[in-house]
Nanobody, 124 residues
Framework: QVQLVESGGGWVQAGGSLRLSCAASGRTFDRYAMGWFRQAPGKEREFAAAIRWSSAYTFYADSVKGRFTISRDNAKNTVYLQMNSLKPEDTAVYYC?????????????????WGQGTQVTVSS
């Protein structure tokens, strides 16, 4: 079992930056693949970024590639999402997700554990 708590959301103007954090409980955090998803009002939850437990491999949705960076610090049981050059269309609730295996993909159904979400609002 792992519990996830996101933080770092807020309001920012277009072009600005935010860094989201996801703190995980549990002693085997380094055995979990982690992902970030987002959900805008009236839309389905969509994939943003994911990282393997070894941090050796990351991948991103095309909509955020080159602007967002996912990373993890296994010693701190924390995964991050650095978001730069934010756009109004990035406005959403951002969720951290985890699954106990090395690799997970883009589908929400691949992840077993979810945080409560943190709101990101980007104004134009």
């Amino acid at each position: 079992q792992v519990q996830l708590v996101e933080s770092g959301g807020g309001w920012v103007q277009a072009g600005g930056s935010l860094r989201l954090s996801c703190a995980a409980s549990g002693r085997t955090f380094d055995r979990y693949a982690m992902g970030w998803f987002r959900q805008a009002p009236g839309k389905e939850r969509e994939f943003a970024a994911a990282i393997r437990w070894s941090s050796a491999y990351t991948f991103y949705a095309d909509s955020v590639k080159g602007r967002f960076t996912i990373s993890r610090d296994n010693a701190k049981n924390t995964v991050y999402l650095q978001m730069n050059s934010l756009k109004p269309e990035d406005t959403a609730v951002y969720y951290c997700a985890a699954v106990q295996r090395d690799y997970a993909g883009r589908r929400p159904s691949e992840y077993d554990y979810w945080g409560q979400g943190t709101q990101v609002t980007v104004s134009s």
